[in-house]
């Protein structure tokens, strides 16, 4: 008979999480006006950009006080957060452009660019992870374990740059950058496609090391465990004790890492999608940095805060669903 998922207490869990993820998530907003508030940088300035050289001080006032500039940034937050409740998250002051449309136009790329990364990675470092357990000690084991260090040290930038040299410029076989080709319009999947294979590899190659090692010393232990050695001393072949056995048993621990790379993986894609000049949310989270840009720097932080959520979340669930012994308390 078939197993039955227990949605409820899962259901339950996803609803106690959302609950302490409001407050959670106000606070962080709060954070971000007031470190904004903070920075050195004149967002009236900023917002009229050359023009503002010359701009006497009335000027820059009264455009302070268009912009709303000049008011506590407590007020600035409060009615920021009220408008964003009814699904106004106000207008861009660097980009001069509604910030749902601005979220709208470019999350989409940065989670395909994510997600194509993050199944590479795991994919990838799980298979290197168990090939790299069965012989510890052994020439493959160094070898995946040495790689995996090497990458683990290597800024995601600089694997980036390299990437463009030798694939765009020494080889000439991938797209060194953008979103489709030059000259053309209209983005084809062939086009996405291409252009996608580089930045993702990078990224996928950012998050490698940690599914490898982790996965290396899950699969390495279990198969010292007794019930490991009980399916081979029944007569069991080595792929069903390896993968039936051992990399189950081993995969728990990584459960918890997918939560957990969840920040890194969307640090290092502002890297990368600068690199290539992908069209995804980082340079819009550069111009809301450096322009003080109050209502978009609120808006990709709760969107940054709640991906970490749901990945935390997703982590723990799975976990659940794996081990029984864990639940759904959490």
Same mark, same amino acid.
């Given at each position: 008979?078939?197993?039955?998922?227990?949605?409820?207490?899962?259901?339950?869990?996803?609803?106690?999480?959302?609950?302490?993820?409001?407050?959670?998530?106000?606070?962080?907003?709060?954070?971000?006006?007031?470190?904004?508030?903070?920075?050195?940088?004149?967002?009236? +300035?900023?917002?009229?950009?050359?023009?503002?050289?010359?701009?006497?001080?009335?000027?820059?006032?009264?455009?302070?006080?268009?912009?709303?500039?000049?008011?506590?940034?407590?007020?600035?937050?409060?009615?920021?957060?009220?408008?964003?409740?009814?699904?106004?998250?106000?207008? *861009?002051?660097?980009?001069?452009?509604?910030?749902?449309?601005?979220?709208?136009?470019?999350?989409?790329?940065?989670?395909?660019?994510?997600?194509?990364?993050?199944?590479?990675?795991?994919?990838?470092?799980?298979?290197?992870?168990?090939?790299?357990?069965?012989?510890?000690?052994?020439?493959?084991?160094?070898?995946?374990?040495?790689?995996?260090?090497?990458?683990?040290?290597?800024?995601?930038?600089?694997?980036?740059?390299?990437?463009?040299?030798?694939?765009?410029? +020494? $080889?000439?076989? $991938?797209?060194?950058?953008?979103?489709?080709?030059?000259?053309?319009?209209?983005?084809?999947?062939?086009?996405?496609?291409?252009?996608?294979?580089?930045?993702?590899?990078?990224?996928?190659?950012?998050?490698?090391?940690?599914?490898?090692?982790?996965?290396?010393?899950?699969?390495?232990?279990?198969?010292?465990?007794?019930?490991?050695?009980?399916?081979?001393?029944?007569?069991?072949?080595?792929?069903?004790?390896?993968?039936?056995?051992?990399?189950?048993?081993?995969?728990?621990?990584? $459960?918890?890492?997918?939560? *957990?790379?969840?920040?890194?993986?969307?640090?290092?894609?502002?890297?990368?999608?600068?690199?290539? *000049?992908?069209?995804?949310?980082?340079?819009?989270?550069?111009?809301?940095?450096? +322009?003080?840009?109050?209502?978009?720097?609120?808006?990709?932080?709760?969107?940054?805060?709640?991906?970490?959520?749901?990945?935390?979340?997703?982590?723990?669930? $799975?976990?659940?669903?794996?081990?029984?012994?864990?639940?759904?308390?959490?």
């Amino acid at each position: 008979m078939t197993a039955r998922l227990p949605w409820g207490p899962m259901a339950r869990m996803a609803g106690r999480r959302l609950l302490a993820a409001v407050p959670l998530l106000a606070v962080v907003t709060f954070g971000v006006f007031a470190l904004a508030a903070s920075s050195p940088f004149d967002p009236a +300035k900023a917002y009229a950009g050359s023009a503002g050289l010359g701009a006497g001080r009335d000027v820059l006032d009264q455009l302070r006080a268009n912009l709303g500039a000049d008011e506590p940034f407590v007020t600035r937050w409060w009615d920021w957060l009220c408008a964003a409740l009814t699904g106004d998250l106000g207008e *861009s002051t660097a980009l001069r452009q509604p910030v749902s449309q601005i979220i709208g136009e470019r999350v989409g790329w940065s989670v395909l660019l994510c997600g194509v990364a993050f199944v590479l990675a795991v994919t990838l470092g799980t298979a290197l992870g168990v090939l790299a357990a069965r012989r510890r000690g052994g020439w493959l084991d160094r070898a995946v374990t040495g790689l995996a260090y090497t990458l683990e040290a290597a800024p995601p930038f600089w694997l980036g740059l390299l990437a463009v040299w030798f694939f765009s410029v +020494k $080889l000439g076989a $991938l797209p060194a950058g953008g979103l489709t080709d030059t000259g053309t319009d209209v983005a084809t999947a062939g086009q996405v496609a291409s252009h996608l294979v580089l930045p993702a590899a990078v990224l996928a190659a950012t998050q490698l090391p940690w599914f490898v090692l982790y996965v290396r010393q899950g699969v390495g232990d279990a198969l010292a465990e007794d019930p490991v050695r009980g399916a081979r001393a029944r007569g069991l072949n080595e792929r069903t004790v390896l993968l039936g056995h051992a990399l189950r048993s081993g995969l728990l621990p990584v $459960l918890t890492l997918i939560g *957990s790379r969840v920040p890194e993986l969307i640090t290092g894609a502002l890297l990368v999608e600068t690199v290539f *000049s992908w069209p995804g949310i980082a340079s819009a989270t550069v111009e809301a940095a450096t +322009k003080v840009d109050f209502p978009l720097l609120a808006a990709l932080t709760v969107l940054a805060t709640a991906a970490v959520l749901v990945g935390n979340l997703l982590a723990d669930l $799975l976990y659940g669903l794996v081990d029984p012994r864990v639940g759904f308390d959490g």
